[in-house]
């Protein structure tokens, strides 16, 4: 020990510690939340159901009622026990979760819209709301944050309607881009009461379906 340093299976140098960095719980809960947020793109699955289940003998609409109603039994039991979990947010506890809300804007996608602005809507929500949170993350200014956000949008509402391919292509860019110019304000400015992940998912579709049908009679 001529030089005074310490060396053991502890991991000490030099007389104290090696601490290694440790992952804040906080940090955890935003992953989950943000993975579990992506998951929501694979939603549109739905649509390759048939429309008359097989062997269970109801519609595929019955799926989203189940869906819903456990949903929200869940969340009542949740609210009135005060559970918590992973990826909660503690203003949450004792209110309508962010998860909740995003059940029922997605239901509602699901049921009430045509398959691919439904599918443009959920996809781009799902995917680009947990991105804009990266980006917010970053050193970039808010004005770069917003461009990039706009651009993954109409990128991945393009291709789900291109996938689709029950439009003309210009017609699909203008929806597209109406449905970009709606949600991406969703998300940033906040109603009372009203979760950014219900509004940013049915507020682009319900424009997108408008606009559609008024390109139709033209």
Partial sequence: ???????????????????????????????????????????PIYYLLPVDLPYVGFRRWVLLIVFISAMFVFESVRIWKKWTFLGLRPHETGRLASHAWAAAGLVLVLWLFPHDIASAAIVG??????????????????????????????????AMLVLWGERPILEMAVLSGVGMAVAIPAEWFKIPRVDD???MSVLPALVMMALSLVIAEL
Wanted: charged share 20%; net charge positive; glycine share 8%.
């Fill in 1 to 43: 020990m001529g030089l005074g340093l310490v060396l053991s299976r502890e991991g000490l140098c030099c007389g104290s510690p090696i601490n290694k960095p440790k992952e804040h719980p906080m940090e955890r809960a935003e992953l989950v939340r943000r993975f579990a947020h992506a998951l929501v793109a694979l939603a």
């Fill in 197 to 199: 992940d219900f509004l």
């Fill in 125 to 158: 929500w799902a995917l680009v709301d947990p991105f804009m949170g990266i980006l917010r993350g970053t050193k970039l200014a808010r004005s770069s944050v917003v461009a990039f956000s706009c651009m993954a949008y109409f990128v991945l509402a393009v």
